[in-house]
């Protein structure tokens, strides 16, 4: 007779799942768990350390937390402090180390010396004093963010300083730069494959750049942008200044003092001007000038890279071609006191009246008519190949 199987059952206790024992045991491992975000007060004393756990009444703030600095003056000298935020009416100083900030964060007065402040977040300060270091970071994740000053900014002392990877400065109360130490900054770039934008300084309309730099040397500005929407105004001795970055004026640039090379090209529709004594170069890059007013007492120089003339303009004083391309579209309106060629090419495709003509070197070409009062051609070519 045939047997029908019997299926036995086990009672013993029922095991756990093994998704539930891991949740289990994650939950009973508190330490493994990310901090909360937390609020952590400064609780001084006055003009001590940030990296001091005592100073925040037992551990800093970490990088989910918020700094809450009050009326206290701060310093960061050492190592890398991440937080989500801090704010605070009294003085920050950086003078070593990194002070990282996720998002909008605020301070009384910013002070950097050395070391760097970086992150994605906006800080706004009321002022700042920048005597050395960095605001920006090579950093994939940490570049960019910005930098805005409400009242004035100080850039002082022979140290360079650094607005590197993407990080924005608004100068929004104006700025005086005096010393020898010049500003680096980076064009579009990218970090291990992820693109960063151009670092950028930005002027508000009526405010001043007050540029008071001298010495032989002469110092720069090197790479990004600089947007002016206010008056950069070269007021220092007889030295020189190089802008060796996009230099965008939709606002005023005078020349008081010395010389301004302006280097590498950009948009000009504001105002130029030069007292006697000085000179204005366009040495560099592609510059795009749309009826410009031009005051010039000094001496306009075209010296490298190319200049493209567009609407009215009226050019006074002194105006020099010794290198480069200088080149007015078929619709410009162009007149001249004194135009020098010595090099380069003056390529004038419209009409020019122009009192004195001085042909020294260089080309005068362009489909242009050129009526002067008095000529001077010692040497260069009138024509184009």
């Known amino acids: ?5 019997v299926t036995r059952r086990h009672h013993g206790r029922p095991g756990r799942h093994p998704l539930a024992l891991a949740a289990l045991l994650a939950l009973s491992a508190g330490s493994s768990l990310p901090a909360a975000a937390a609020t ?4 001084g004393p006055n003009a001590s350390f940030w990296d001091l756990a005592s100073n925040w009444g037992g551990a800093a ?10 009326a206290f003056d ?9 937080v989500q935020a801090f704010s605070g009416t009294g003085r920050l100083r950086i003078s070593g180390g990194t002070l990282r900030t996720a998002t909008a964060s605020s301070i009384g007065a910013l002070e950097l010396t050395g070391g760097a402040l970086s992150g994605k977040g906006t800080v706004t300060a009321t002022t700042l004093l920048w005597t050395g270091g960095t605001m920006g970071e090579f950093d994939t994740v940490n570049f960019g963010g ?6 004035l900014a100080t850039i002082s002392g022979n140290a360079g300083k ?3 990877y993407g990080r924005t400065l608004n100068l929004n109360g104006g700025a005086v730069w005096s010393g020898a130490g010049g500003i680096s900054m980076n064009d579009a770039a990218s970090i291990f494959g992820t693109p960063t934008p151009a670092s950028v300084i930005n002027l508000a309309a009526g405010q001043t750049f007050n540029d008071q730099g001298n010495g032989t040397g002469g110092r720069a500005i090197t790479s990004g942008i600089v947007n002016n929407a206010g008056t950069y105004l070269r007021s220092g001795g007889t030295g020189s200044t190089t802008i060796a970055s996009t230099f965008n004026n939709s606002g005023a640039t005078n020349v008081a003092a010395g010389t301004l090379f302006l280097q590498s090209g950009g948009t000009q529709t504001g105002s130029f001007s030069t007292l006697a004594g000085t000179t204005l170069s366009f040495n560099g890059g592609a510059h795009s000038l749309t009826s410009t007013p031009l005051s010039n007492a000094g001496t306009i120089d075209f010296a490298g890279g190319t200049t493209v003339l567009n609407g009215t303009i009226a050019f006074t004083g002194d105006v020099r071609v010794t290198g480069g391309t200088l080149t007015s579209a078929p619709t410009t309106v162009l007149t001249a006191d004194s135009l020098v060629v010595s090099g380069g090419t003056a390529r004038l495709q419209g009409p020019v009246p122009i009192g004195a003509l001085t042909v020294a070197g260089g080309t005068l070409s362009g489909k242009g008519t050129a009526t002067v009062g008095t000529l001077a051609w010692t040497s260069g070519t009138m024509g184009e190949f």
Do not use: F, K, N, Q
């Open 146 to 151: 910005a930098t805005t000053v409400s009242g």
């Open 40 to 43: 952590i007060s400064w609780s």
């Open 162 to 164: 650094g607005l590197i």
């Open 74 to 82: 701060t310093e960061v000298r050492s190592g890398i402090a991440s």
């Open 1 to 5: 007779m045939r047997r029908t199987p």
């Open 61 to 70: 703030p970490g990088p989910a937390d918020t700094a809450l600095l009050g």
